[in-house]
T-cell receptor, first 113, second 115 residues
Framework: ELKVEQNPLFLSMQEGKNYTIYCNYS?????LYWYRQDPGKSLESLFV?????AVKQEGRLMASLDTKARLSTLHITAAVHDLSATYFC?????????????FGTGTRLKVLA | GAVVSQHPSWVICKSGTSVKIECRSL??????MFWYRQFPKQSLMLMAT?????????EQGVEKDKFLINHASLTLSTLTVTSAHPEDSSFYIC???????????FGPGTRLTVT
């Protein structure tokens, strides 16, 4: 059974600090997506990672993908309060002739002022 | 571009009634649409995958007779929750993709409360 696990599940950090969220998955895939979700809202696309070694950066967030290790990371640099949200990774899998996302468990981030 | 809408954004219904949720791709034609359910403080769980003009493919454990999905056109999919019960209360999110293996674009979600 495919598993997509995120670590940590909860993260409370001070403003200005750095931290990394990990997304591990248990089967082969070279497409992985990161999303942000604010309370009561739907998903906001952050990064699209489509190959081994892909690295994308936007503002204080940087995402990378290592398909051999089946690992993606979301690195937060100098966190600010506005980054408080829940972050999900999603692995795109092929099965029965179609592709579908399997979402990670989510990481709830709280940035303290 | 790549905007997906859902209607309604929230709905309250009485136990035993049916509720229909619409998902539309506004500026593109979607080869595939997906329906997810999300309970509070949990991740998104895929309920079903639908392609225009064909029957939806339901994930294991999802009751196809309870959650009716119709994908009438390349821009519209509907989810009907039949004989809703309080345990069906959840946040329902749809998504759509253009290409077979392309990125999914997510709708704003529909919050269903069954009383």
């Amino acid at each position: 059974e495919l598993k997509v696990e995120q670590n940590p599940l909860f993260l409370s950090m001070q403003e200005g600090k750095n931290y990394t969220i990990y997304c591990n998955y248990s089967t082969t895939s070279d497409r992985l997506y990161w999303y942000r979700q604010d309370p009561g809202k739907s998903l906001e696309s952050l990064f699209v990672l489509l190959s081994n070694g892909a690295v994308k950066q936007e503002g204080r967030l940087m995402a990378s993908l290592d398909t051999k290790a089946r690992l993606s990371t979301l690195h937060i640099t100098a966190a600010v309060h506005d980054l408080s949200a829940t972050y999900f990774c999603a692995v795109d899998l092929e099965g029965s002739g179609t592709y579908k996302y399997i979402f990670g468990t989510g990481t709830r981030l709280k940035v303290l002022a | 571009g790549a905007v997906v809408s859902q209607h309604p954004s929230w709905v309250i219904c009485k136990s035993g009634t049916s509720v229909k949720i619409e998902c539309r791709s506004l500026d593109f034609q979607a080869t595939t649409m997906f329906w997810y359910r999300q309970f509070p403080k949990q991740s998104l769980m895929l309920m079903a995958t639908s392609n225009e003009g064909s029957k939806a493919t339901y994930e294991q454990g999802v009751e196809k007779d309870k959650f009716l999905i119709n994908h009438a056109s390349l821009t519209l999919s509907t989810l009907t929750v039949t004989s809703a019960h309080p345990e069906d209360s959840s946040f329902y999110i749809c998504s759509a993709r253009v290409e077979l293996a392309g990125e999914q674009y997510f709708g704003p979600g529909t919050r269903l409360t069954v009383t």
